[in-house]
């Protein structure tokens, strides 16, 4: 689960004064759910690593303009993490590779979110587009609102909405060839969706 935004209130100044703990902090409070999102998008470990490294090199750069709270701060990286993950992924398309199957067993800080999936839903999570895709990781892995991942995605809540509810649609009727088949499955999709 992300941290409450409130949480990082207490980083916000260390962060504009460029202090080491500050970066040390936010890092160990929010890598793993950057590393989540990043990989929803890329599908592969080192890339998704790239993207959040360099989004907090580009929050250093930038640190002592930052205007905001916390829940600013955590937006902020995420846009800045899909943003850096649209660029690999323009790069890929100009210079294709091969990506890693799984997903990463990042846990550098501890903060508990466990992204080892069942098969099936890996599978299912591929068929979904990139957007619907972030949008169920965002919304049912990392646990953000609505209106946090309008901001991240750079859109408006009730486009979150329409499109959370089609992504949670095409995903049960995905899982939902597998659901007699796969009990992991079918209780992650009920528990979730």
């Not at 590779?97 to 099936?120: F, K, Q, R, S, W």
Request: aromatic share 6%; glycine share 6%; proline share 4%.
């Amino acid at each position: 689960m992300a941290p409450d935004p409130s949480e990082l209130d207490h980083l916000v100044d260390g962060i504009r004064e460029r202090s080491e703990k500050a970066f040390s902090d936010l890092h160990r409070a929010v890598a793993n759910g950057l590393m989540a999102h990043a990989f929803g998008m890329l599908r592969d470990r080192q890339a998704a690593e790239d993207a959040v490294q360099q989004a907090f090199l580009e929050l250093a750069k930038t640190a002592p303009s930052f205007r905001g709270d916390g829940r600013a701060l955590r937006s902020w990286l995420y846009r800045a993490v899909r943003f850096n993950c649209l660029d690999e992924v323009r790069r890929r398309k100009r210079r294709p590779e091969v990506p890693t199957e799984t997903l990463p067993e990042y846990e550098a800080h501890g903060t508990g979110i466990d992204m080892n999936l069942d098969p099936d839903l890996e599978d299912a999570l591929r068929e979904l587009t990139e957007l619907q895709r972030n949008i169920i990781i965002l919304k049912h892995v990392l646990e953000f609102t609505g209106d946090e991942i309008a901001d991240i995605l750079n859109t408006n809540r009730a486009a979150v909405y329409a499109s959370a509810a089609r992504a949670e649609r095409k995903l049960k009727k995905l899982l939902g060839r597998v659901r007699s088949h796969d009990h992991a499955a079918s209780v992650w999709v009920e528990g979730r969706l």
